[in-house]
């Protein structure tokens, strides 16, 4: 199985940063695409950016200009540099790795435990 493991939440002043990282495990031969995902309290899961191996961003309308995703493949590591920070932004942010190729199979849609952010003055 694939496992991710994510660090860097906690609580910022509005108009502080954060990094994000989250790295997966398992045998891992390649990931296709990696990303973060966020929910806040009673709110649906939504996108905030994702990065393929190849480097190519996407990133939700929200956080474009703010937010800067990027990735290791060597070491099977996914980065969301924060910055410009709003209390919108506050959430439990999700890291996800989506077709994982691994010594034992290949799996989709692989996710992390969550890692608390919250953006309070």
């Known amino acids: 199985q694939v496992q991710l493991v994510e660090s860097g939440g906690g609580l910022v002043q509005p108009g502080g940063s954060l990094r994000l990282s989250c790295a997966a495990s398992g045998s891992i031969f390649s990931i296709n695409a990696m990303g973060w995902y966020r929910q806040a309290p009673g709110k649906k899961r939504e996108l905030v950016a994702t990065?393929?191996?190849?480097?190519?961003?996407n990133y939700a309308d929200s956080v474009k200009g703010r937010f800067t995703i990027s990735r290791d493949n060597a070491k099977n590591t996914v980065f969301l540099q924060m910055n410009s920070l709003k209390p919108e932004d506050t959430a439990v942010y999700y890291c996800n790795a989506d077709d994982v190729v691994t010594a034992m199979g290949r799996y989709d849609d692989c996710w992390g435990q969550g890692t608390q952010v919250t953006v309070s003055s």
């Open positions: 990065i393929t191996r190849s480097s190519r961003t």
